[in-house]
């Protein structure tokens, strides 16, 4: 049975600007990575534990994109923070509040168009 969530698996076009948005903008960290054969990256959550996500680079994007998935979702905090660091980077974003359940959700693309949400608790403020 399924327990929860263990990574996602992105195809970077370019190295730097890929880790640049999830390591500097989004705050995740660069950690060990087992010799697979090809070059890449695993980026685990400041706080430790298991790798979220899996980048590598070394092959050409294929010419249909892969999958079927439409966004990776990751629980977030400080959201003032978060929110000043994507106004300071031009990188754009979408913004709302939930209805009903409030939840704070910012929608972004990542370098390779990878759609990506940031949700934070309703609690916080702006």
């Known amino acids: 049975m399924i327990h929860g969530m263990n990574h996602f698996t ?18 995740l960290k660069e ?5 697979l054969g090809f070059p890449g990256a695993w980026l685990y959550p400041p706080g430790g534990g298991a790798a979220v996500l899996h980048i590598y680079w070394d092959r ?11 966004h990776m979702a990751f629980t977030s905090s400080d959201l003032k923070a978060v ?4 106004d300071e980077s031009g990188l754009k974003y979408d ?6 359940a409030g939840t704070w959700q ?16 309703p609690s916080e403020t702006l």
Not at 12 to 22: C, I, N, Q, S, V
Not at 83 to 86: D, E, I, L, P, Q
Not at 95 to 100: K, V
């Open 95 to 100: 913004l709302r509040q939930q209805a009903g």
């Open 83 to 86: 929110k000043a660091r994507f």
């Open 31 to 35: 950690g060990a990575r087992p010799d």
């Open 106 to 121: 910012l929608f972004t693309f990542d370098p390779n168009g990878a759609k990506v949400e940031l949700d934070f608790d």
């Open 10 to 27: 992105i195809t970077a076009e370019d190295r730097d600007k890929t880790l640049g948005f999830y390591c500097g903008l989004l705050g």
């Open 60 to 70: 050409p994007m294929p010419a249909q994109r892969t999958g079927v998935i439409d």
